[in-house]
């Protein structure tokens, strides 16, 4: 079965440049989230998109920014990026959040920033 | 503040035994709870949802039940194996028309051949 696609992998940038992540959610998934987890950290809640509308917003510095597109599909724009902004990027999908469907993740991208 | 926390921290069992993680939370109106298993450097890999009207889920080798009144929800792993060696995470959704979920520290799971 499809899985949520996450691109690049693997990404390394350095202080104050800018960086791109790439999610394609399961198909006839509506709604895509985007998770940071830092090195030994629990994953913590960004932003959230149902039917290419922001519907939630966590603890995303004002330096990131999101959206999704008409085909579902989301990037996260990461700039002036700092050190701590190194860790694995999760973008997760589900159905229409209001039925309270499980929420699948992808593998995750990792930033490491120099 | 709705916080998620996850005992104990990490565990080192013999294959074979049967063991019980822990995940409790502070606000019992919660909309469901997911367990997910995480490998060292890899994603989240779903387990068991239980929404707030269940009981308890079944997976296999894994139940999970949840105890609104308490804030508790607990994933049983019977018969363990060293396959099963991985971070056990729990994250809750709840009712405040928010989607997103809050997770715990996770339990590291490390299973002895």
């Known amino acids: 079965a499809a899985g949520v696609i996450q691109s690049p992998r693997h990404l390394i940038k350095e202080k104050r440049e800018t960086a791109t992540l790439k999610c394609y959610p399961i198909?006839?998934?509506?709604?895509v989230y985007w998770y940071q987890q830092g090195p030994g950290q629990d994953p913590q809640f960004l932003i959230s998109?149902?039917?290419?509308?922001?519907?939630d917003k966590g603890s995303i510095p004002d330096r990131f920014s999101a959206q999704q597109f008409s085909d579902y599909h989301s990037e996260l724009n990461m700039s002036s990026l700092e050190l701590g902004d190194s860790a694995l990027y999760f973008c997760?999908?589900?159905?229409?959040?209001?039925?309270?469907?499980?929420?699948?993740f992808g593998e995750g991208s990792w930033l490491t920033v120099v | 503040k709705q916080e998620v926390t996850q005992i104990p921290a990490a565990l080192s069992v013999p294959e074979g035994e049967n063991l019980v993680l822990n995940c409790s939370f502070t606000?019992?109106?919660?909309?469901?709870l997911q367990w997910f298993r995480q490998d060292p450097g890899k994603g989240l890999t779903s387990l068991l949802l239980?929404?707030?009207?269940?009981r308890e889920q079944t997976s296999g080798r894994l139940n999970a039940s949840l105890d609104k009144s308490s804030g508790r929800s607990t994933l049983y792993i019977a018969a363990s194996q060293p396959g099963d060696s991985a971070t056990y995470l729990c994250?809750?959704?709840?009712?405040?028309?928010?989607?997103?979920?809050?997770f715990g520290s996770g339990t590291r799971l490390l299973v002895r051949p």
């Open positions: 994250a809750v959704r709840y009712w405040d028309s928010s989607y997103k979920l809050i």
């Open positions: 239980i929404q707030s009207s269940q």
């Open positions: 998109f149902y039917e290419k509308m922001q519907s």
């Open positions: 606000d019992s109106a919660i909309y469901n």
């Open positions: 997760a999908s589900s159905p229409d959040p209001s039925s309270g469907n499980t929420i699948y």
């Open positions: 198909p006839r998934h509506d709604t």
